[in-house]
């Protein structure tokens, strides 16, 4: 039946006026508190408590319905089904109530608590053990001092000074043209000595890159060019074991490979540049493989007998020493801030002054460097005690189950030059992930760890009630990285000390699992500062790719003239507009056997052969010979001569040897991608150079 407006007005009357008759009596109120407050008695008193009478008033508005907000007409257009499940989700992601919080519980209490029940009977006053602590720090010190001390300091070697400390990446000639013109930037090439000292371990130090050496591409293997000579050289009663290496051959690893000094202990003594030679020999000793090269360089170098001395290094016995003092800090302390902070300083200066120290070869700088990163890590170490470590270690007694589980993998962490760097990737980079053996299988173990893992800690989240929170942080790290991708003209590193600050707060339990992956990451961190510093995150992809192929276009060069004393090539037109790189290509650059022997520019003639012309450019190189019997022999300070007679040594030094040739352009100074090697054989004839970049 339809209602007139009129009896629907008296309704409306009748219905607000027994909502006001109920009101009044639901929300009469006898407190003492509310009766002697005038403001709330009398009709015009107003409304307590929700600050309206009944929900049956809620309709009654003048302007009608209430408006539903955004979030209920979201609400509205979600199906049931997915309302439901989305609800039960966040249900599950919060977590059991009331939260169960991790203790670990010590296995076999009575034994792990006998450092402590020992420490209480002996030294029970706090005091007493202040003491203790710092007679601990001062023992640790004085002992690690005294072997650092032998370690990095030894006596001069008679009649040639105190050895310089090498870098088990440290050669004598510089990659592509850094040499310059005919090497003269990296004189001396001979009659000069060096008393040197390397570090143990270069045996497992690689090229990154491909390294040219002729028409060969040496890469993720030690740079070693020579070795011991089975020719007579003139200098076998001068050189250990006859062994030649080329110039730009890793020196320790050479001294290695000579069996010069002990890979295991490293080694001190006396190198000697002994200037060109005519070829060298490959062989594997010593762990180490070389690689032969089967014409002239202007600079070689061996090692003079007689001149090796007892130094060495003395990283395993420092070791040693801060694995003993941090065991028994671990086993007599409960103290979470004594725990870390003691781990953390002994660990940064272990790892930063033996254990992996950057390359420098003065140690007064070396010591320098690690105090400058030393203050900033210190920053980083501060967070991560109080967000993340504090409340692993917080009550912790399991004093053995501490010291393995957290301070172990902390030392393998910290000791990632010998651990995790056999993993072979060497960075996080496209290309070396694509070019180095067996990276893609490594890389897809480790994520495949990593999300196996991460999934045991969000588990862990989820049963101690804190999942949404921690959510919200890894889910503003990942907006952090994709906002770095983003970043034009960057690319985006994660290097190790990164990864370990990302993945550390996920280590916030008290339990086994977590104590494990704490330490790690903590020893990670401390070895990508202590190492390498803080390089950054972001960087440009020059970079990323220094020494690598830059994608340059490569000179098309063909032999115009050919013979068995000389060649003609035809270079090509310049200038050159390379729209990729966005570099105007105005000269070339030739290597001869890997060493510039030739630049030209388009706006001098006189660098070429003839003038531009057809728009061609032209260059003509002269067959090299060695050098005559008597420089020979003031370069090799012979005592006999080296091939026999005058007349066997003046032929000798005419005869004909490969040579190699690479093409670069060059844009100003800056050098672009060099070709692969083409070879002009002893018998004159020309086999062209391979496609691609070397």
């Known amino acids: 039946m339809e209602m007139g407006p009129r009896s629907g007005r008296q309704d409306e009357e009748a219905g607000l006026g027994a909502a006001q008759h109920n009101s009044h009596a ?40 209430t408006a539903s907000s955004w979030q209920d007409r979201i609400s509205e257009r979600i199906p049931p089904p997915v309302k439901h499940a989305w609800s039960k989700t966040v249900e599950w992601v919060k977590g059991p109530d009331p939260p169960r919080i991790f203790k670990i519980e010590p296995l076999f209490p009575k034994i792990q608590h006998a450092p402590l029940s020992l420490l209480d009977r002996y030294a029970p006053k706090r005091g007493q053990r202040v003491w203790l602590l710092a007679l601990l720090y001062a023992c640790w010190l004085f002992a690690f001092s005294m072997v650092l001390r032998a370690s990095s300091f030894s006596a001069s070697i008679p009649k040639y000074g105190t050895p310089v400390r090498m870098g088990c990446g440290s050669k004598y000639w510089s990659d592509g043209n850094g040499c310059r013109l005919n090497g003269d930037q990296c004189r001396p090439f001979a009659n000069a000595t060096l008393a040197f000292r390397c570090p143990a371990g270069c045996r497992l130090t690689e090229v990154l ?105 003395l990283r395993w016995p ?46 007064y700088s070396l010591l320098s460097v690690a105090f400058g990163r030393f203050l900033p ?19 912790l007694t399991a004093q053995l189950e501490k010291t393995v589980l957290w301070l172990g993998p902390a030392w393998v962490g910290a000791l990632n030059n010998m651990t995790f760097d056999k993993i072979p990737i ?57 906002v770095c991708v983003a970043v034009p003209g960057l690319s985006l590193r994660i290097h190790h000390y990164i990864l370990a600050l990302l993945l550390l707060p996920g280590t916030c339990f008290q339990n086994r699992p977590s104590l494990l992956y704490q330490g790690l990451l903590v020893g990670l961190f401390i070895n990508g500062i202590a190492r390498w510093g803080f390089d950054s995150i972001l960087q440009t992809p020059s970079e990323l790719s220094q020494g690598a192929q830059k994608g340059t276009p490569l000179p098309a060069v063909s032999v115009l003239g050919l013979g068995s004393s000389n060649i ?7 200038p050159k507009w390379d729209s990729k790189t966005e570099m105007l290509f105005d000269g070339i650059s030739v290597l001869v056997n890997d060493v510039e022997r ?18 061609n450019y032209t260059w003509t190189w002269h067959r090299h010979h060695l050098g ?57 004839e020309w086999i062209d150079m391979k496609p691609g970049p070397s």
Request: proline share 7%; glycine share 12%.
């Open 209 to 313: 890159y491909p390294h040219a050496v002729g028409d060969q591409e040496v890469n993720y293997r030690p740079l070693v060019v020579g070795g011991p000579s089975k020719q007579q050289t003139g200098l076998e009663d001068e050189l250990f074991n006859n062994a030649i290496y080329r110039g730009d051959s890793f020196i320790c690893a050479s001294a290695v490979h000579a069996g010069f000094i002990n890979d295991a202990e490293g080694g001190c003594g006396v190198l000697s540049l002994v200037g060109e030679q005519p070829e060298f020999e490959a062989s594997k000793k010593n762990g180490i493989a070389s690689v032969g090269f089967s014409s002239y360089f202007p600079r070689s170098f061996g090692f003079l007998s007689g001149t090796r001395t007892g130094c060495q290094d």
């Open 318 to 363: 420092a070791f040693g020493v801060s694995l003993f003092f941090t065991t028994l800090l671990s086993i007599f302390t409960t103290s979470p801030s004594v725990f870390f902070w003691s781990n953390w300083i002994i660990l940064f200066f272990q790892t930063g002054l033996a254990s992996d120290p950057p390359s420098l070869t003065n140690y």
């Open 628 to 684: 005559n019997r008597e420089s020979l022999q003031e370069t090799f300070n012979r005592s006999v001569p080296l091939l026999g007679e005058p007349d066997d040594l003046d032929a000798e030094a005419k005869k004909n040897l490969p040579e190699y040739f690479r093409f670069a352009y060059m844009a100003g100074s800056r050098v672009g991608d060099f070709t692969k090697a083409g070879r002009w054989t002893p018998d004159g």
């Open 568 to 574: 003609t090539f035809n270079l090509g037109p310049l």
């Open 598 to 615: 030739f630049r030209g520019y388009d706006d001098d003639r006189s660098y070429w052969d003839e003038g531009p012309g057809d728009g």
């Open 26 to 65: 639901r929300y009469h109120d006898d407190t003492p508190e509310d009766s002697d407050d005038e403001a709330t008695i009398g009709p015009d008193a107003p409304l307590q408590g929700s600050g309206r009478p009944s929900g049956e008033f809620d309709g009654l508005r003048l302007g009608g319905p």
């Open 426 to 482: 060497q960075r996080l980079t496209p290309h070396d992930i694509k070019a180095q053996p067996g990276a893609v299988p490594a890389l897809i173990t480790i994520v495949l760890s990593i999300f196996f893992i991460a999934l045991g800690q969000a588990w862990s989240f989820r049963v101690e009630g804190r999942m949404p929170r921690y959510l919200v942080i890894y889910g503003s790290f990942v907006l952090a990285l994709l």
């Open 377 to 395: 890590a210190c920053f980083c170490g501060w967070v991560t005690y109080k967000y993340t470590v504090r409340r692993s270690l917080e009550g």
